[in-house]
């Protein structure tokens, strides 16, 4: 690790150009038609639209903010979530809370923060590099890789090469989860480097070594390559049970109110990009405790007099994350899969998650693709119905909490129902 810049001044933000300010006030109107119009909240038409006014608009909008990028397939919105209120300890922050992650939604989320002093945004992965190009980052944070989306996303080392070369020689200080090999290749082009200790479940994509294809050895948590010698690098900050240690050895502990392992983790790198901005890991640690749901995700809600709790998992590596909240058996589980653009129209993967998992739980199956997930489910051994509608799939489940884990479209539909 070299650089570790600490907390910078806050400048006076100049006054925007009258270009700039008339795409802002463009896709504010354009957002506001489009929420009453009943068409979501607006904010990606809204920075369309802007974008079209002026190009670039986002490079204005970045200029006089502490930039932190947050990429990966899998806990970017949350790592986001976490980070945002991180480093509130030091100053306002804007962000793209609610997951908009490409240009035009991070341009309408920005476009919102003229008091800030950072700009924590979430990227989607094809577009990290455009988007450092233009708001010249302090920090980047690069969690994971793993396959997503297989019709519209890269294969998996495409995508790490892209990375590679696109922030090689970069100016940000990279935070980077040392455990993954693709995310540890892509960020060891870079002059400035921390390296988190923050584990890596799912291995699937990553035994074969990036730099080289030979097959990567996993002796415990170490990793390296035989072939080429390419290896796990020596981490300056590690998660040990609820404890991020710190580069000095300081132990600090993790409370939240968001569960699981893979929190835990968010939470480390979190803590590590905090750092980098002189918030010292203690008073990050802190804060995160106040964030509870990020994006609906975790919620507990009531439907029909039950208890529901919500869970989004997009691909093999979120499900398998997500199945370690679920309690034992028979704790009942909705699950809903769509097919549609925002989620990727392959649902190959579906045969890529241990669903054995599942064995013992009255499971109910609905979305778009039920009939897909259903003979996947008939495969695993694992006892399940098939239903049309959530009001149907609450009345056949037994008594006790029911965990609804559902992907992207899918899961945006289970919010919708149980506000109905």
């Given at each position: 690790?070299?650089?570790?810049?600490?907390?910078?001044?806050?400048?006076?933000?100049?006054?925007?150009?009258?270009?700039?300010?008339?795409?802002?006030?463009?896709?504010?109107?354009?957002?506001?038609?489009?929420?009453?119009?009943?068409?979501?909240?607006?904010?990606?038409?809204?920075?369309?639209?802007?974008?079209?006014?002026?190009?670039?608009?986002?490079?204005?909008?970045?200029?006089?903010?502490?930039?932190?990028?947050?990429?990966?397939?899998?806990?970017?919105?949350?790592?986001?979530?976490?980070?945002?209120?991180?480093?509130?300890?030091?100053?306002?922050?804007v962000s793209?809370?609610?997951?908009?992650?490409?240009?035009?939604?991070?341009?309408?989320?920005?476009?919102?923060?003229?008091?800030?002093?950072?700009?924590?945004?979430?990227?989607?992965?094809?577009?990290?590099?455009?988007?450092?190009?233009?708001?010249?980052?302090?920090?980047?944070?690069?969690?994971?890789?793993?396959?997503?989306?297989?019709?519209?996303?890269?294969?998996?080392?495409?995508?790490?090469?892209?990375?590679?070369?696109?922030?090689?020689?970069?100016?940000?200080?990279?935070?980077?989860?040392?455990?993954?090999?693709?995310?540890?290749?892509?960020?060891?082009?870079?002059?400035?480097?921390?390296?988190?200790?923050?584990?890596?479940?799912?291995?699937?994509?990553?035994?074969?070594?990036?730099?080289?294809?030979?097959?990567?050895?996993?002796?415990?948590?170490?990793?390296?390559?035989?072939?080429?010698?390419?290896?796990?690098?020596?981490?300056?900050?590690?998660?040990?049970?609820?404890?991020?240690?710190?580069?000095?050895?300081?132990?600090?502990?993790?409370?939240?109110?968001?569960?699981?392992?893979?929190?835990?983790?968010?939470?480390?790198?979190?803590?590590?990009?905090?750092?980098?901005?002189?918030?010292?890991?203690?008073?990050?640690?802190?804060?995160?405790?106040?964030?509870?749901?990020?994006?609906?995700?975790?919620?507990?809600?009531?439907?029909?007099?039950?208890?529901?709790?919500?869970?989004?998992?997009?691909?093999?590596?979120?499900w398998l994350?997500?199945?370690?909240?679920?309690?034992?058996?028979?704790?009942?589980?909705?699950?809903?899969?769509?097919?549609?653009?925002?989620?990727?129209?392959?649902?190959?993967?579906?045969?890529?998650?241990?669903?054995?998992?599942?064995?013992?739980h009255p499971?109910?199956?609905?979305?778009?693709?039920?009939?897909?997930?259903?003979?996947?489910?008939?495969?695993?051994?694992?006892?399940?119905?098939?239903?049309?509608?959530?009001?149907?799939?609450?009345?056949?489940?037994?008594?006790?909490?029911?965990?609804?884990?559902?992907?992207?479209?899918?899961?945006?539909?289970?919010?919708?129902?149980?506000?109905?």
């Amino acid at each position: 690790m070299s650089g570790n810049p600490g907390t910078t001044g806050l400048s006076a933000r100049e006054p925007l150009p009258a270009r700039a300010k008339l795409a802002v006030t463009a896709g504010r109107v354009t957002a506001a038609v489009s929420r009453r119009a009943g068409r979501g909240s607006g904010s990606v038409i809204g920075g369309k639209v802007s974008l079209r006014v002026d190009p670039d608009l986002l490079r204005t909008l970045a200029k006089d903010l502490d930039v932190v990028l947050v990429s990966a397939t899998n806990g970017k919105t949350t790592t986001t979530r976490l980070i945002a209120e991180a480093l509130r300890a030091s100053g306002p922050v804007v962000s793209n809370a609610l997951g908009a992650n490409m240009p035009a939604g991070i341009t309408s989320a920005l476009a919102g923060g003229a008091e800030a002093k950072y700009g924590v945004i979430e990227v989607d992965e094809k577009y990290l590099v455009a988007v450092a190009k233009d708001t010249r980052p302090k920090a980047i944070a690069l969690l994971n890789l793993s396959r997503d989306q297989l019709d519209r996303a890269a294969e998996t080392r495409m995508l790490a090469e892209h990375w590679r070369t696109g922030l090689q020689g970069t100016d940000a200080v990279v935070i980077a989860n040392a455990d993954d090999p693709l995310v540890t290749w892509a960020a060891s082009s870079c002059p400035q480097v921390v390296w988190v200790a923050a584990g890596q479940s799912y291995k699937e994509d990553a035994w074969s070594c990036p730099s080289c294809g030979g097959v990567l050895q996993r002796p415990g948590v170490d990793w390296f390559c035989a072939q080429c010698g390419f290896r796990r690098p020596q981490p300056h900050w590690a998660l040990q049970g609820d404890h991020t240690i710190d580069p000095q050895g300081g132990a600090w502990p993790i409370q939240l109110q968001l569960p699981g392992r893979a929190n835990l983790a968010n939470a480390t790198s979190s803590a590590a990009v905090a750092a980098v901005f002189g918030v010292h890991p203690q008073v990050a640690l802190q804060r995160m405790y106040a964030v509870t749901a990020v994006a609906g995700r975790y919620d507990v809600v009531q439907f029909r007099g039950r208890d529901i709790r919500l869970l989004l998992a997009k691909n093999p590596a979120g499900w398998l994350e997500t199945f370690t909240l679920i309690d034992q058996p028979p704790a009942p589980v909705i699950l809903s899969v769509n097919a549609l653009s925002a989620d990727g129209t392959d649902t190959s993967w579906l045969w890529d998650v241990d669903y054995e998992k599942l064995r013992g739980h009255p499971v109910l199956v609905m979305g778009q693709r039920k009939l897909d997930l259903a003979v996947r489910l008939e495969v695993a051994g694992v006892d399940f119905r098939v239903v049309d509608t959530l009001e149907q799939a609450v009345a056949m489940a037994p008594p006790g909490r029911i965990e609804a884990i559902a992907n992207y479209t899918a899961f945006q539909a289970l919010r919708r129902d149980v506000r109905a």
